[in-house]
């Protein structure tokens, strides 16, 4: 096989991805970039490319959930589909699917029916809200798992009314989560020799998101509210106005707070009652940053990290995504890269955030266009020519 892999780490595992929009393919970006073999299942269909699932084909979202992965057609409601698809599963290693939980059973493609047929199978399955119970069958979103979560009811600015994160935070970590459950089954098959199911939710993935706000409820029965740019139980923390914008400070315990007090020219803070313990600090939250803010506004924001850096207090700017590429050290990772394509197409998108020593990943292929793959894949599978072609007769791929 010619195709170029993105590392040698997952280079034995086959993988079948029939996900689409986003939490699905994030998990199997993840397994696509440490070199396994993906195949990006697609039906073939007539809808116009800017309809489709995820946004134009060549668009900045599908391009960065699809790279290093190859592509073919193939109709799973037609039966000749259903049995070519259960042939790719007989050999596969991986089978990763975000629809309903009611689809994969109709389509005959079910865990209960690959498992039969290929004991070593790992299938992996991801939903809105799991595979049973009373919400299963809802259609899920990631704002909707967002404030089911919990997340919206505190992010944001107090009084304010709920707020959504930014990215898809519950789409993401539920591909992420995915991804390392697949992992672990793989490690586990060495041992046992069987695969297993996987399945994770976009629920499940944000309420664990939630980590030490949940476990305030849980352990407490605290129940956390918003609380802005101020961090919910470390203070001083957060945004504070500079002559020229904003920085994040974050002076978390005596010490750090005793430095913080010192490089911004206000020892006299560390002699006020209020603040000299982290409960009074935290009950005075509101005029400690305000003191704090008297004193930033006065220098730009470079100052301010240079000098509060130099005094080990961890001080930060606040980018725009724009500026953040241009940052030195961000540059100095790499994290943007190139990915090479024989059409010659500026595709530049984020890489990996984790490197190995041995085997890393990168950039190694485009996202494939529809069906771009799919004579060769077949072929990989042991299909004859002839057996190809019926399949193009018959429309199934």
Request: glycine share 8%; proline share 7%; charged share 20%.
């Amino acid at each position: 096989m010619s195709f170029p892999r993105a590392s040698q780490a997952l280079s034995r595992f086959t993988v079948l991805d029939l996900t689409r929009i986003r939490s699905g393919p994030t998990a199997v970006r993840q397994l696509a970039d440490w070199g396994a073999n993906v195949i990006k299942i697609e039906a073939p269909t007539d809808v116009a490319d800017a309809e489709q699932p995820g946004g134009p084909r060549h668009g900045a979202d599908f391009q960065n959930l699809h790279r290093n992965k190859r592509a073919m057609t193939l109709d799973l409601k037609a039966p000749k589909g259903r049995d070519a698809f259960l042939r790719l599963a007989a050999k596969a290693d991986v089978v990763v699917e975000n629809y309903r939980p009611d689809v994969k059973a109709k389509l005959g493609i079910d865990y209960e029916t690959l498992c039969k047929i290929n004991p070593r199978i790992v299938y992996a399955s991801i939903s809105g809200f799991g595979q049973d119970g009373p919400y299963h069958k809802r259609p899920g979103f990631d704002q909707i798992a967002q404030g089911m979560g919990g997340l919206m009811s505190i992010t944001g600015a107090p009084g304010e009314g709920p707020m959504r994160v930014g990215i898809p935070v519950a789409d993401l970590t539920a591909g992420l989560f995915c991804a390392m459950g697949i992992l672990t089954a793989l490690l586990e098959r060495e041992q046992s020799g069987q695969g297993q199911w996987v399945q994770t939710s976009l629920l499940q993935a944000q309420i664990f998101m939630l980590d030490f706000q949940a476990a305030r409820w849980l352990m407490h029965q605290e129940v956390p509210k918003q609380a802005g740019n101020n961090h919910p139980t470390s203070i001083p923390t957060g945004a504070f106005r500079t002559s020229d914008g904003y920085i994040n400070i974050a002076a978390t315990g005596l010490n750090m707070w005793e430095r913080l007090a010192q490089a911004i020219g206000a020892p006299e803070l560390l002699d006020d009652e209020r603040f000299k313990t982290s409960a009074g600090r935290s009950a005075n939250r509101d005029a400690l940053n305000a003191a704090i803010e008297e004193k930033t506004r006065g220098r730009p924001s470079t100052d301010w990290v240079e000098i509060l850096n130099a005094a080990s207090v961890p001080c930060g700017p606040i980018y725009t995504v724009d500026q953040m590429f241009e940052d030195a050290q961000v540059r100095h990772l790499g994290i943007a890269q190139d990915v090479p394509n024989p059409e010659a197409r500026p595709i530049r998108l984020v890489g990996q955030p984790v490197t190995l020593s041995r085997t890393p990943s990168r950039m190694a292929a485009r996202p494939p266009e529809v069906g771009e793959h799919t004579d060769a894949v077949l072929s990989e599978f042991g299909f004859s020519p002839a057996e190809i072609a019926d399949l193009r007769a018959a429309k199934i791929v």
